[in-house]
């Protein structure tokens, strides 16, 4: 495990590695970039098949949370943390101290929150130990902005991709009705949109055929629906060069983390004049409001700061901005979004 030779390396300014013997705790906390300010970015706990798999999701992780911090004009950098192994065997009280301690170690220059393997419960656990994370009970519910921000971000797709910013009778096919999904579905529906649904949780999809009077598809067909608009709220990977050819919709766009499943996997869809919203972008509004909500905390307020409403809604117009971007230069959103967002933290 060599992380100058990894293939993820991006010039990171810090990567630490953490071991407690009495607990099981293996941990690497990589630090992509503080250009514009102390690194924020969750906590993973998960199987890795080696440790240098494990690094390598630590430094690619945590450069996309550079690109997403600093789209989203946040003032802060890019950082992420992974734990190995089983959370279900390893995962303690005493375990999450130690983490936290380590964590606390690092000091004013990263942050942490939850992700995938941990829970609000382990966030207070940590946070009983330092006072260098977020994502605690006593925070707002991120999955709530999140849709919110997914929601401005689709009425941009929906003007660039079908020249209308209105919902009313466009088509969307809705990936996954967890959280994000059933908040974007619920918004849709208030505002006229037509959807059409797929979750792997049948009582999911009973509630919202009820609710929002839609249609409901087996999985494996929602991504090749006749839509306006796809809308992945489920798992990553679901662009890939296998589903791109089943594609009818004019634009993709959802919350899910890691969409594309290739680079490739993005330039078919352009080939295919999909238009594609970066999820980095579109899903920011969870990391805006946990951000913003702790800078608005007595005594940490800025005085020229959006607020957190504005901030969540200028998703919209970033989106249009990298639109914009990808026209001018001839790529792919998702490589225009790439560009600006090095651009800002000056790589
Ligand atoms: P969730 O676990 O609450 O919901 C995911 C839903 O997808 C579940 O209902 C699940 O049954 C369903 N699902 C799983 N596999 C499926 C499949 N093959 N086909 C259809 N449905 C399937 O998660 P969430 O918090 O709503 O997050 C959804 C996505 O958005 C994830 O990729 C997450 O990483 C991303 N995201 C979430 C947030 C947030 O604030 N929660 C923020 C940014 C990004």
Redesign the pocket.
């Known amino acids: 495990m060599s992380v100058w030779e990894s293939a993820e390396f991006d010039g990171h300014e810090q990567v630490c590695v953490f071991t407690d013997e009495k607990t099981g705790l293996k941990a690497i906390v990589a630090i992509h970039s503080t250009a514009l300010g102390p690194a924020a970015g969750g906590t993973r706990f998960k199987v890795y098949s080696s440790d240098s798999d494990a690094l390598d999701d630590a430094l690619r992780l945590s450069r996309a949370m550079s690109y997403k911090s600093a789209l989203a004009g946040l003032p802060v950098g890019g950082g992420k943390a992974v734990i190995i192994g089983d959370p279900h065997q390893l995962k303690s009280p005493e375990l999450l101290h130690a983490y936290g301690r380590f964590i606390d170690r690092i000091g004013n220059h990263f942050a942490t929150g939850e992700d995938?393997g941990m829970t609000v419960a382990d966030m207070d656990r940590i946070a009983e130990v330092t006072k260098y994370v977020g994502g605690t009970s006593k925070g707002i519910?991120?999955?709530i902005?999140?849709a919110e921000g997914v929601v401005h971000g689709l009425r941009a797709v929906l003007k660039r991709a079908l020249g209308t910013d209105s919902f009313a009778g466009a088509q969307f096919a809705l990936?996954?009705?967890?959280?994000?999904?059933?908040g974007v579905a619920e918004r849709l529906h208030a505002q006229g949109a037509r959807l059409i649904v797929?979750?792997?949780?049948e009582e999911?999809v009973k509630l919202a055929v009820a609710a929002f009077d839609a249609r409901a598809v087996p999985?494996n067909d929602?991504h090749a629906v006749d839509c306006d608009i796809f809308v992945?709220?489920?798992?990553?990977g679901v662009i890939s060069e296998a589903t791109v050819p089943d594609l009818k919709a004019k634009a993709v766009a959802?919350?899910?983390?890691?969409q594309l499943a290739s680079a490739e996997a993005g330039a078919a869809l352009a080939e295919r004049k999909i238009l594609f919203a970066p999820?980095y972008v579109i899903?920011?509004?969870?990391?805006i409001s946990g951000i913003l909500g702790a800078a608005a905390l007595p005594g940490r307020e800025t005085p020229h700061a959006p607020s957190l409403d504005q901030a969540i809604e200028a998703i919209h117009d970033r989106l249009l901005g990298i639109f914009d971007h990808a026209d001018a230069y001839n790529v792919a959103p998702e490589i225009a979004a790439e560009r600006m967002a090095r651009e800002m933290i000056g790589r």
Do not use: E, F, H
């Open positions: 995938v519910d991120p999955s902005p999140t990936q996954g009705l967890g959280a994000v999904g059933w797929a979750d792997v949780r999911r999985c929602i992945p709220c489920a798992l990553g959802g919350s899910a983390n890691n999820d899903n920011a509004g969870g990391i």
